[in-house]
């Protein structure tokens, strides 16, 4: 199997890495918002355990791709990181995650707060059957945005980080259900940037598009790298090794290890993880 290995690590091969996962690799980036640190996460749908005792860092400004078969606690963990999944009847978490260095399962932290500083974007596209405008504006406005100039630029400028705003500009006002499945997936993105949250979350955001709309994707979460902390779950492994700076391989519940794409995908520490590149289980 060929990857195309284009993670940003600068770790020299031969270099000693720390043998555990967890908090050593990759460090936070402290310059800016959006760190984010799970230390002994472990999560319960009712009596069945999805996590077990789960420690990363996931730095700022950087894409971290979540990879492993299916059922191994990945998107789990992922909507764990904006407390989805403590939506479910019977869920139960114990340990941490911490955003900036604050626990968000504290209870004095409010969760629609934390969504409007972590956005999610799911693996089918689900744009509200509105307008393509309205879509983008929503968030502004429940969130207390009245200014219409000001909501005029919001739509715009989210539109534009999307890589979307040349493709809907002439109908803002007809129906996004009227877009195609890859504009409907940037359009969601966009609704997410309108809140301007310092992290983005999507799971398995390009795996119903066709490669052209994927490429898009992709290279708007490239772009997007630069402005905020991008996680993304995905069973493709060339698109991780395309898309990420770090790559982290789950596997049963268990984070198995986590490093730059590049080590990880070219000289994995771990035997369960080069048997899972190399396509010998999954």
Known sequence: MSLQIVGTGNRERGTEAPRSVGSQFPVPDSRHPGNIQAKDFSFWY???QALYDVSITIPARAVTAFIGPSGCGK?????????????????????AIEL?????YSASLNPVSLRQRVGMVFQRWNPFPKSIYDNVAYGPRING????????????????RAALWDEVKDRLRQSALGLSGGQQQRLCIARALANEPEVL???EPASALDPIATQKI?????ELRSELTIVIVTHNMQQAARVSDYTAFFYLGRLVEVNNTGQLFTTPREERTEAYITGRFG
């Open 75 to 95: 998107s789990t963990f992922l909507r764990s990181i904006n407390r989805l999944q403590g939506l479910i009847p019977g869920a139960r978490q114990t340990g």
């Open 218 to 222: 992709e290279e708007l979460l490239y």
């Open 201 to 203: 979350l999507l799971d």
């Open 145 to 160: 945005t009245a200014s219409r100039s000001k909501i005029d630029e919001i739509v715009e400028q989210s539109l534009r």
């Open 46 to 48: 009712g009596p069945k």
């Open 100 to 104: 900036d260095g604050e626990n968000i």
